[in-house]
């Protein structure tokens, strides 16, 4: 989960853990079916804090849903960020990024699971993997890496080709969900204007090592 300086005192920090266990109970209930009708009571009870305790933090149901979103579209971002660590290359890092959110749906199935749902609303967010996307679109752009002309509609292209990738790996297990990501991977970079050959080569490398 994505983490934060810890509150001063102890009054500070059990509102926080509320607040969190409420965020946790919020994803649990998106990963799982996504119904937002569930009442407020189901969620307390499944965060196991009081009643009471939920209008300390959040004015109302979607105001927490949205949160939760949020907060794996953080966590989401995190994961890259620590993989991708030392990649300055934009191609690469497109290829990998593509592969390496293939991979989060076995690792991090929750966060994936969400982000499936309820991601196609969140694609030029200033969360998650889009703002590293568009950054890495950008200056391949700028170098002369990718042949693009509109950033933003790259964008677009890129994040609902992943959401496409991901329900389909989370609908489908058993597949051989890497080939089918470098497969992924590779038509991404030939459509942001990277020679076939060189996508092909970029899309199958070694992923880089977690830490």
């Known amino acids: 989960m994505p983490t934060s300086a810890p509150p001063a005192n102890r009054f500070e920090r059990r509102r926080a853990a509320t607040r969190q266990a409420l965020i946790r109970a919020a994803r649990e209930i998106l990963a799982e079916s996504d119904d937002t009708s569930v009442s407020i009571q189901a969620i307390a009870d499944r965060a196991d804090v009081g009643f009471g305790s939920f209008y300390n933090h959040f004015d109302s149901k979607t105001a927490l849903f949205d949160q939760a979103v949020l907060d794996a579209l953080d966590e989401y971002g995190q994961e890259i960020d620590a993989r991708l660590s030392g990649v300055d290359d934009p191609a690469e890092r497109v290829a990998f990024g593509v592969r390496l959110s293939a991979a989060l749906a076995d690792s991090h199935p929750e966060m994936m699971r969400i982000l499936r749902r309820r991601g196609l609303g969140h694609i030029h967010s200033d969360r998650g993997l889009s703002p590293r996307a568009l950054g ?34 989370l609908t489908r297990p058993g597949a051989d969900r890497d080939a089918t990501a470098r497969t992924m991977a590779e038509m991404m970079l030939r459509m942001l204007g990277v020679p076939a050959d060189e996508a092909r080569d970029l899309a199958g490398r070694p992923l880089p090592s977690a830490g």
């Open 136 to 169: 890495d679109i950008r200056t391949g752009q700028a170098s002369g890496r990718f042949t693009v002309t509109d950033p933003e509609i790259a964008l677009s292209a890129l994040g609902g080709s992943l959401l496409a990738l991901l329900d389909l790996h």
